[in-house]
């Protein structure tokens, strides 16, 4: 399982990367791996879904990110 999570984060960044190169800079990659700290398994319902912890800290990991993709945009 981890191997796949692996390869598919790498085509994920991959593509985003090419996509880029090719001209496309609204495009981003954020790598969410940590997103759910070490408890990880109290942040899903089931080992997957996240559940209200788990978009708790999903919203907490991605406001910073957001806010300076969208800063631009909001003056």
Known sequence: MFRQ???RKQFQQKTVERLRQSGDHHI???NGEEMLGI???ECTV???H???LGYKRMSE???PQL???LHPYLK
Do not use: M, Q, W
Request: proline letters at 5%; zero cysteines; charged letters at 35%.
């Open 28 to 30: 981003h990659f954020f």
């Open 39 to 41: 408890a990880y398994g």
């Open 67 to 69: 806010e300076n993709l």
């Open 5 to 7: 999570r692996e390869e």
């Open 61 to 63: 990991a991605l406001k």
């Open 46 to 48: 089931d080992g997957i």
């Open 50 to 52: 996240p559940s209200d």
